[in-house]
T-cell receptor, first 112, second 115 residues
Framework: GNSVTQMEGPVTLSEEAFLTINCTYT??????LFWYVQYPGEGLQLLLK?????DKGSNKGFEATYRKETTSFHLEKGSVQVSDSAVYFC???????????FGTGTRLKVLA | GAGVSQSPRYKVAKRGQDVALRCDPI?????LFWYQQALGQGPEFLTY????????KSGLPSDRFFAERPEGSVSTLKIQRTQQEDSAVYLC?????????????FGSGTRLTVV
């Protein structure tokens, strides 16, 4: 079946460090891939997306590339800030439908 | 409104009690979704509306769960005879169109605790 696997957190980094949060998926067909972010006390917000192989999604300094050969969609940022502290969720939409399958989330904590 | 609004933010229910959770989507959004998020887990799909039509309720865990959207805007998720395993955050999301490739706007959720 379809699934998303994320690296376990929490991930603790110093400000300006490089961030990678790993995400791999299993899916039939050609899903779209998403990263959502959840700040404390708030709802999930769409951070970036990619709809086909080799697409790169980017937003607010974050990037992720849809790698079909490795079934991965790793989230990266070159220099994190304290304000990036949040929970990050990788998700896919099962091909041809509107249902999302989410990973379990990775908590990021950035220290000043 | 500017975002998806859910109420109440927190609900404590005694086992066996009925609860109703409300979602106000962004005005004009035709698609509305409910997800359930257990502690430490990612959200899981419950049900989907397009306007007032409930097109998919395959994720509802039992017949104690019921959702409605009678006028195509506000939606209510009702849980009858709550059980401890119903404790979770219930998230509502909306989209201006069928959301594939576009992403959804989520509310802050209702945290339900069944004691």
């Amino acid at each position: 079946g379809n699934s998303v696997t994320q690296m376990e957190g929490p991930v603790t980094l110093s400000e300006e460090a490089f961030l990678t949060i790993n995400c791999t998926y299993t899916a039939t067909g050609y899903p779209s891939l998403f990263w959502y972010v959840q700040y404390p006390g708030e709802g999930l917000q769409l951070l970036l997306k990619a709809t086909k192989a080799d697409d790169k999604g980017s937003n607010k300094g974050f990037e992720a590339t849809y790698r079909k050969e490795t079934t991965s969609f790793h989230l990266e940022k070159g220099s994190v800030q304290v304000s990036d502290s949040a929970v990050y969720f990788c998700a896919l939409d099962t091909s041809g439908t509107y249902k999302y399958i989410f990973g379990t989330g990775t908590r990021l904590k950035v220290l000043a | 409104g500017a975002g998806v609004s859910q109420s109440p933010r927190y609900k404590v229910a005694k086992r066996g009690q009925d609860v109703a959770l409300r979602c106000d989507p962004i005005s004009g959004h035709v698609s509305l979704f409910w997800y359930q998020q257990a502690l430490g887990q990612g959200p899981e799909f419950l049900t989907y509306f397009q306007n007032e039509a409930q097109l998919d309720k395959s994720g509802l865990p039992s017949d104690r769960f019921f959702a409605e959207r009678p006028e195509g805007s506000v939606s209510t998720l009702k849980i009858q005879r709550t059980q401890q395993e119903d404790s979770a955050v219930y998230l509502c999301a909306s989209s201006s169109r069928q959301g594939r490739n576009y992403g959804y706007t989520f509310g802050s959720g209702t945290r339900l605790t069944v004691v």
